[in-house]
């Protein structure tokens, strides 16, 4: 599966952002999907995850309750909606797909598919 992501851009403290993931080549609804981010100078870290359906989802601690993923399986696209943005959530932003059929926990894990990245910026 290839994955495409979009959305990202400079943004103030507070201010909310969408950022979108169009996947193609395959069955979108077969893939857990998840988002990562990586700031500069550290390493990747997972962000949020769903499930084939999009009835489960799992946040880091760290966007708990201010970012919402999401998924379209008619458009074959991922959301993450992201609110409240703060400073320390500036990084690039990764799309990610588990193996097919794999459960969500995978793809927060050891994700198969990555798309390329997109800027997120959030000044203070």
């Known amino acids: 599966v290839q994955l495409q992501a979009s959305g990202g851009g400079l943004v103030q403290a507070g201010d909310s952002l969408r950022l979108a993931c169009l996947a193609s080549g395959r069955t979108f609804s077969d893939y857990a999907m998840g988002w990562f981010r990586q700031a500069p100078g550290k390493e990747r870290e997972f962000v949020a995850a769903i499930s084939w359906s999009g009835g489960s989802t799992l946040y880091a601690d760290s966007v708990r309750g201010r970012f919402t993923i999401s998924r379209d399986n008619f458009k074959n696209t991922l959301y993450l909606q992201m609110d409240r943005l703060k400073p320390e959530d500036t990084a690039v932003y990764y799309c990610?797909?588990?193996?097919?059929?794999?459960?969500?926990?995978?793809?927060?894990?050891?994700?198969?598919?990555w798309g390329q990245g997109t800027q997120v910026t959030v000044s203070s």
């Open positions: 990610a797909a588990a193996a097919e059929l794999d459960p969500i926990v995978a793809v927060a894990r050891t994700p198969r598919y």
